[in-house]
């Protein structure tokens, strides 16, 4: 029992070791200086989805920074398409389900912000 505690104790002082030391932060990083524009992005996004962009973000997903936009398109049908904000190349272009909108919602309240919004209604 006396062993347990201590093991459990030094658990948490390494924890708590590793969440102060710079560099380990479980956040995002600083997006880099030499993004491509929000404007720049959208215009990308709007070339690869024909309809309206909804809103759009500046996010580091899956170790890249992306724009990401919500777009409905004139199929009627709600569009995710994501820009590399590096290049400007489309990273993916996706139809969005309800169900696929409710977990990535889910997904991105349990995340760290995003940097940028754009939100166009």
Same mark, same amino acid.
């Given at each position: 029992?006396?062993?347990?505690?201590?093991?459990?104790?030094?658990?948490?002082?390494?924890? !708590?070791?590793?969440?102060?030391?710079?560099?380990?932060?479980?956040?995002?990083?600083?997006?880099?200086?030499?993004? !491509?524009?929000?404007?720049?992005?959208?215009?990308?996004?709007?070339?690869?989805?024909?309809?309206? !962009?909804?809103?759009?973000?500046?996010?580091?997903?899956?170790?890249?920074?992306?724009?990401?936009?919500?777009?409905?398109?004139?199929?009627?049908?709600?569009?995710?398409?994501?820009?590399?904000?590096?290049?400007?190349?489309?990273?993916?272009?996706? !139809?969005?389900?309800?169900?696929?909108?409710?977990?990535?919602?889910?997904?991105?309240?349990?995340?760290?912000?995003?940097?940028?919004?754009?939100?166009?209604?």
């Amino acid at each position: 029992m006396k062993m347990d505690r201590m093991l459990l104790r030094w658990k948490v002082v390494f924890t !708590i070791a590793a969440l102060a030391i710079p560099g380990l932060s479980l956040a995002a990083p600083k997006p880099p200086k030499n993004v !491509i524009s929000m404007p720049k992005a959208r215009q990308v996004a709007l070339k690869t989805v024909s309809g309206k !962009i909804t809103s759009g973000e500046l996010e580091f997903e899956n170790k890249l920074w992306i724009y990401s936009f919500d777009m409905s398109g004139k199929d009627g049908k709600n569009h995710e398409v994501n820009v590399d904000a590096m290049t400007g190349k489309v990273v993916s272009a996706t !139809i969005e389900t309800p169900a696929m909108e409710a977990k990535e919602a889910k997904q991105d309240k349990a995340a760290a912000p995003s940097v940028a919004t754009d939100q166009k209604k």
